[in-house]
């Protein structure tokens, strides 16, 4: 259904491109660049070269980490 609202790390992704002005998929171009590395290292990355919260990082490296392993 069109109406039913985003779960998960993608609900995040409204608040997280207001607050740190760049969309996701640059985002998640950032956290592909760096890989392989772990979910926490990807997670420190974000906050420490670009001031992003943790829990904001965290849900976009979930979200993406996850993307990656559904389509290979």
Request: no cysteine.
């Amino acid at each position: 259904m069109a109406d039913e609202s985003v779960k998960g790390p993608a609900s995040y992704f409204p608040s997280i491109e207001r607050k740190y002005g760049r969309p996701i998929a640059e985002w998640q171009a950032v956290i592909r660049e760096r890989l392989p590395a772990s979910h926490m290292e990807l997670v420190s990355i974000l906050k420490s070269e670009h001031g992003m919260g943790h829990g904001h990082a965290n849900a976009v490296v979930a979200h993406t980490l996850a993307a990656n392993q559904n389509s290979s």
